[in-house]
């Protein structure tokens, strides 16, 4: 309590130097403030149920071969932002099937190449295809910041090693897709 | 000397971390799908060169041309080969059954032979098919359903092959022994069934 009463004594002390020397005015200043924005990037969130595209039975059945109806619904990302210029990148694994990994035998394959493609980001689309022996247009370049809906899909459905192999009998077949969104430098 | 030097290695270290997970997004899609198993067969071809006494092929009715010889009324010899297109991406049972164990009178008379004549005749029917071979002995003993059926451990794809033969003088009663009149038939199926 003492310690209380001497600080309040210190300020009215100061307040009264202060009003004396009013009269020849002092300034301080300017003082610079800064900040900064990161540059970031969200790929929004699936709005298309879930995170697989369910492609059903690969082959009719009659022949062996891979249909050539095969289509799944798209996955949209949405609300999907980058607060500086960026980068969409689309990747993709093939289908191969996950329980008879042996070699397939002559005239069989085990393998589904696509194309999978990112649209709504870029004026080009980001495309990749399995199984392709270089994917240029994978990445495409955004200058300006963005926010949107970015739309990915599969489509261009072919057996690896030809559309005359027969694919082997498996109850699961996996691949997978990845789009990436990243700042670009 | 050596703690400054930790702290400054620390210092540089946080923001890189700060910046990499703030500069890049990540959404990852599975793509799935199944292949069941399932067999096919196409439909016969005759098989070039490999006919002897069949007239040939009329859908999936095989036709015997001269199935009695005049000068002994008994069985002629017949042969021909089949081939189907075919593949299974499982491994698959290959079955092979006849529906009279024979080739047998379809008339509707019943009731057994007289003496000493003949009325069904036996054949082989063998089938190749991806490295595996079956015979089934279609031996006119008794008017009933046979079968023979293999194993074949993985996927299939190609040719099979379906050779049918009828032996001269074949009956089922002796050898060479004169057939009854009529017209004589069976009906084979050829299985591909996966396991």
Redesign the interface.
Same mark, same amino acid.
């Given at each position: 309590m003492r310690l209380f009463s001497s600080s309040l004594a210190a300020l009215l002390i100061a307040g009264s130097g202060s009003a004396a020397l009013g009269q020849t005015t002092a300034q301080r200043g300017p003082v610079p403030i800064s900040g900064n924005v990161?540059?970031?990037?969200?790929?929004?969130t699936?709005s298309s149920g879930s995170?697989? =595209?369910?492609?059903?039975?690969?082959?009719n059945?009659?022949?062996?071969l891979l249909r050539n109806d095969?289509v799944?619904p798209p996955?949209i990302?949405t609300g999907?932002f980058c607060s500086a210029r960026s980068n969409i990148t689309v990747s993709?694994t093939p289908?191969l099937?996950v329980n008879n990994t042996a070699s397939? $035998?002559? $005239? =069989?394959s085990r393998t589904?190449n696509?194309t999978a493609t990112a649209t709504g980001w870029t004026t080009t689309a980001a495309t990749f295809t399995t199984g392709a022996a270089s994917n240029p247009a994978a990445t495409q370049l955004r200058p300006t910041p963005f926010l949107g809906d970015i739309t990915?899909s599969?489509n261009g459905f072919s057996t690896g090693g030809g559309n005359g192999l027969?694919?082997?009998?498996?109850?699961?077949?996996?691949?997978?897709?990845?789009?990436?969104?990243?700042?670009a430098s | 000397m050596r703690a400054r030097l930790l702290l400054i290695l620390a210092g540089l270290a946080l923001p890189a971390a700060a910046y990499g997970q703030s500069n890049s997004a990540v959404s990852n899609f599975g793509v799935t799908g199944n292949v069941p198993g399932s067999c096919a067969v196409g439909a016969p071809q005759l098989a070039a060169g490999r006919q002897n006494n069949f007239l040939g092929l009329n859908g999936t009715t095989l036709q015997i041309d001269q199935l009695v010889n005049p000068a002994t009324l008994s069985t002629n010899a017949a042969s021909v080969e089949v081939r189907f297109e075919a593949v299974c991406t499982f491994p698959h049972r290959l079955k092979v059954e006849t529906q009279n164990n024979g080739l047998w009178s379809t008339s509707e008379r019943t009731g057994p032979a007289p003496e000493g004549f003949g009325n069904a005749i036996p054949y082989r029917a063998d089938v190749t098919w991806d490295d595996t071979n079956l015979r089934l002995n279609a031996d006119a003993g008794v008017r009933r359903i046979a079968n023979n059926s293999v194993l074949v451990d993985g996927a299939g794809l190609g040719d099979l092959l379906l050779r049918l033969e009828i032996d001269a003088g074949a009956t089922n009663e002796r050898a060479n022994a004169p057939l009854l009149a009529g017209t004589y038939g069976d009906t084979l199926r050829i299985t591909l069934e996966p396991q």
């Open positions: 990161p540059a970031l990037c969200t790929s929004g699936n995170g697989n =595209f369910d492609l059903g039975v690969l082959t059945t009659g022949t062996g095969l799944a996955k990302l999907a993709a289908l099937s397939p $035998g002559n $005239g =069989f589904v696509f990915v599969i027969r694919l082997v009998a498996d109850p699961a077949y996996l691949g997978s897709v990845t789009v990436t969104l990243a700042v | -």
